[in-house]
Structures are given as structure tokens and as C-alpha cells.
């Protein structure tokens, strides 16, 4: 580390870096930028030798050598929804070792809204956006933002007219509900979420493209507000119906109130009924019993934005078509083969 004579360590310079981690002073700087053409462990020993020397760059003197901020803004809604929450957490994974984040947090998406919050981006000088647009509404908005920096969507959905990156949810849904077709449910019913999501839209249209492969009938889909009450709600409706013996919730949090009341009536799962969800919270593995349900890559999906908003910032084109953040069934013990 740099220092003087007689007085403390002075502040560490990338030179510095370069020599604790073993590499040019132009690798560092290109793992500072997020450049994608860095080998992984030589990232990793970068970001390391930071850390051991306590390197914090200028972004001041970057910003008027190189006329680039290397800020971003992120806009989302208010909401402690798993989805939404976990790809901002993906976002800011995927950006920490080249550009600071700025999130703002709407209460409602319109397109005054929306715009204002772009607008106040563009003040603070960000060379790019995400927005976080799972809803309906945020998608309309966004159609008529003006904006002077690139833009990218993330999780409206896989038909978006837009730059935009999103989970495979109607894979996800189809795989799950064929999943429980293949133990030998005659049919599978859907505890939907709100009609005004992508994400409940796309889960619903994968769960019917299974049941009308295998010729299944469709039961009336029954939507919940994503919360468990809501599943604890539709759970006593579903134990009236001696007929139902799988239901795929929209996500895990329904699950777990679909779970308590089938229970509270005397119907043991998975043996009476195989209840499946969409997500895989942290908790559902302690579900009673453990439960089975679709993994989200949110960290990939953050990967994938930023990758998208760079190749924007920097002048080159994307791919015309973007393949969808591909999920996992996961496999635990909430469903089963139906009695005989």
C-alpha cells in the first residue's frame, strides 16, 4: 500500500490493487467497469485485493476523465412481495462491482409517475434504468416515458415491447402442473394471483397449456391477492370439494394458507390432496409438510438486465430475441399420487 515517511497510510491507488491481486492495472479497471470479459477468479482476486486494501475509487475525477457516471437507477413500487423484492436484490447483485444504484420506490405506477421518477434520474446524471414492471399498469406507463438513457424492464413478462428480460413463468406453471398430472391427478385447480399481474397472467396461461395437452378439464381458476390469507380463504372453499386432490397456488405464500386450512378440515396432504407452489421462499422447505414448488433464478435475471442496459449504454445491439430466465421444479413432500 502506498504510504509516507512519517505519517499514516496514504489512500490506496488502483496501482495498488493491481500489484496486491496480481494483475494489470487495465484489469482492474475493466472489472471496476463491469466488463463482461473478465475470467472469474480474476474478478474474484480483484475484488478481494479491494477489499483487503480498502480501495474505494474517485467517482468524481472517473466522471470527468472518462464522462461516465457508472450510476444507474432502478425504479420499483412499494411492496414486500418475494418476486419483486428478490429481483432487486438480483439487480443490485449483478451491479455491484462496477456501478452504484439509485432505487426509487413508487406507490402507485402511472405515467406521471413513472415519468417524474425518470426524470429525476436524468438530474442525477445515471447512464441507464430498470424498472421493475410486474404489473399491468407499469407496462402501460412505461410505453410513454420520455427518456434520454437506455431503459430495461424486468419481469413484465416474455412479450413485452420493450427492452426487457423476465423469469420463464408459463414454462415454470406448465412444468409444475404436468408434473402433477404425470402422478395421476385427473386435474389440477389454480389458486391464481391478481389478474393485473404478468406473473399471475403467465402462471395461469402455462397451467392451462398443460391441462389441454393432456386433455384435462379446466376448473374454474380462483384468485387470491398473493397473500396467505388469501390461500387460508380459497383452502376452506377447496376442502368443500370432495372432487379437488391438487392444487397449484401461484405462489408460496398462498400455498401456506391453502396448506392451514385444507389441514384445519381434516384433509392430509399430500395423501388427500397435493398442493404445490410457485417460488421457493426461503421457508417453504419448513412448510408442513415441506413444500414443492418452482425456483426462481433472481441472480440470473439481474445478470441478464444489467448485461442488457450495458450493451445499450454502450452503443451495441442485443439480441433480437431473448430467451427468459429458465426456473426449477422443486421437489419436496407436499404432493404425491391420488388415492384410488
Known amino acids: 500500500m502506498s504510504s509516507t515517511a512519517n505519517g499514516p497510510a496514504a489512500r490506496p491507488v488502483m496501482a495498488d490493487v493491481a500489484r496486491l491481486a496480481g494483475v494489470s492495472h487495465q484489469t482492474v479497471s475493466r472489472v471496476l467497469n463491469g466488463h463482461p470479459n473478465v475470467r472469474p477468479q480474476t474478478r474474484e482476486d480483484v475484488l478481494a485485493a479491494i477489499r483487503q ?20 437507477g432502478v425504479i420499483s413500487f412499494d411492496t414486500t412481495l418475494y418476486g419483486p423484492a428478490s429481483m432487486l436484490y438480483g439487480i443490485e447483485r449483478a451491479a455491484h462491482s462496477g456501478y452504484s444504484v439509485t432505487i426509487t420506490s413508487l406507490p402507485a405506477f402511472d405515467r406521471r409517475s413513472m415519468q417524474d421518477a425518470v426524470d429525476r434520474f436524468l438530474g442525477q446524471g445515471v447512464e441507464g ?24 424492464a424486468v419481469g413484465c413478462g416474455t412479450r413485452a415491447p420493450l427492452d426487457s428480460v423476465a423469469i420463464d413463468n408459463i414454462a415454470g406453471a406448465f412444468q409444475v402442473t404436468r408434473y402433477l398430472l404425470d402422478l395421476g391427478h385427473a386435474t389440477v385447480h389454480l389458486v391464481g394471483g391478481p389478474d393485473s399481474t404478468l406473473d399471475a397472467r403467465e402462471r395461469a396461461e402455462g397451467w392451462t397449456r398443460a391441462l389441454r395437452e393432456n386433455a384435462a378439464a379446466e376448473p374454474e381458476i380462483v384468485r387470491g391477492d398473493w397473500s396467505a390469507r388469501s390461500g387460508y380463504r380459497i383452502g376452506h372453499q377447496l376442502a368443500s370439494m370432495p372432487e379437488v386432490t391438487a392444487v397449484f397456488c401461484a405462489n408460496d405464500q398462498m400455498a401456506l394458507g391453502v396448506l392451514r386450512a385444507l389441514g384445519e378440515h381434516g384433509r392430509q ?56 430466465v429458465a426456473p426449477q421444479l422443486i421437489v419436496r413432500s407436499s404432493a404425491g399420487r391420488p388415492r384410488r
Not at 425456483?295 to 445499450?312: P, S, T
Open 129 to 152: 434504468i430498470i424498472v421493475i414492471a410486474s404489473e399491468m399498469p407499469a407496462l402501460e406507463a412505461l410505453t410513454g416515458v420520455a427518456c434520454d438513457v437506455p431503459l430495461v
Open 53 to 72: 486494501l480498502g480501495y474505494r475509487p474517485n467517482a468524481a475525477a472517473r466522471s470527468l476523465v472518462t464522462g461516465r457516471t457508472h450510476a444507474l
Open 269 to 324: 396432504i399430500p395423501a388427500d390432496v397435493s398442493v404445490v407452489g410457485f417460488d421457493d421462499i426461503p421457508e417453504s422447505a419448513f412448510f408442513l409438510p415441506p413444500l414443492t414448488t418452482v425456483r426462481q433464478d433472481f441472480e440470473e435475471l439481474g445478470k441478464q438486465a444489467l448485461r442488457l442496459l450495458v450493451d445499450r449504454m454502450c452503443g451495441r445491439t442485443a439480441p433480437a430475441a431473448r430467451l427468459p
